[in-house]
């Protein structure tokens, strides 16, 4: 059983407040027995009626203490009917009842026994109905969220697994010594990726920048904003032949030229 | 809800009770009698009555303890439900509606002058008065009236579900103003 699902349906509302059926009231203590959950729920929503029904407090005329306790001794040995879980049916509605049954009345009951098993059934079927759409809602999200990471995977594998793609590996300098990225770089296709493992986030205000080093010089490509534990390529400009790849911490939107100090990534090619 | 403090506990009148102890049923009446009262003179309206019925209520609590038990949440609860019961069927005997039709005036009158005097009193006020009417007087036409849910519909002209998602709007509204 879902506790939400249950918690939801309002039934512990209605049991609160002593309109559910004997056999629902069963069902009720034996789900609360079970999970405690439901109980921490049951209290706080009879609390919550408790508390409403404060409003009307009133104090006896009299006091009814000492008449209570007269007739608890005066009552007889013999142990008392059961307690009604719901107050009577209207009085009055038997003899409307009893006038009804002739041989049309049995008939007519019999077509409302019917019917109402039919609206029983009805009902039932509505619940069914109405939990099979919001599984069906659940499995159509949790889809959504497998397909995306399937076509993100699919992606990856796609660039990354290409055999002409080379990886070059960027490994921390001072500031982050336990930080890695990867460049992938694909002479063939001519196309290059950024692929961060383990990177401080940038803090505010500051952005990360990849550089290529060719012929000693650094070429600016461009900054980046993907996260450790992003999984993701990031598409960067491709270099005919680079020496080496390196990434430098600078002001958001990128420097032109690299603070050297604040150098954070390192890998030759 | 927990008995004030300093008071003796529910857990401690339930075992009294169960021992067939009074002291059980001194400690209930001392600590609760006016929530319970209030709710059946609510119901029924008419202040002699009630008492009779308060008196009752207080039997069938003596005599029944043994069917109370944890699974069926707050002993409280309980208590005010079996003075709901017993009010409503009160109110649908056959001799309180003949009387009723003569009283009738009187007893809505003192009714209303009751709901706004007790409210004011005990300065709860804000419980009912923060709570949206359309959710108040569902619970008063559900717990306090004895209507059935299907009555509720029919007389509020709307279907079944929204009857009882609205009573559960109405506990989820009432949890937030009571907070």
Redesign the interface.
Known sequence: MNIKDYI?S?IL??Y????TSDQESEEV??Y??KYPEL?VE?????????????????????N??H???G??DA?PAT??A???????????ADQKYKKAIGLAGIALLAALASLFYLFQQNRQTKKALADTMSQMEQLRSDCEAIRNSNAKMADYINKVGDPNSKAVVMKGLEPAPNAVAVVHWNQVKKEAFIEVKDLPPAPKGKQYQLWAIVNGKPTDMGVFTLQAGDNELKSVPFIASPQAFAVTLEDEGGSPVPTLDQMYLLGNV | MNTLPGKISDEEIIALLLDKDKRGVSYLYQAHSRLIFGVIYRIVKLEDLAENVMQDVFLKVWQNIESYNASKGRFLTWVVNIARNASIDVVRSKDYRKNQRTDNVDTEAAHHHSDEMEVDHIGVKEVVAKLDPKYSSLINLIYFEGYTQQEVAEELDMPLGTVKTRIRKAFSELRTVLK
């Open positions: 939801a309002g509302e209605q609160a407040m002593g309109l203590e034996s609360v027995r109980l049951l209290h706080a929503i009879q609390d919550a009626l408790l508390n409403y029904n404060l409003s009307y407090s009133k104090e006896p005329l009299h009814l203490e008449s209570i306790l007739k608890i009552l142990p008392s059961p307690l009604p879980s719901a107050p009577k049916p209207m009085a009055g």
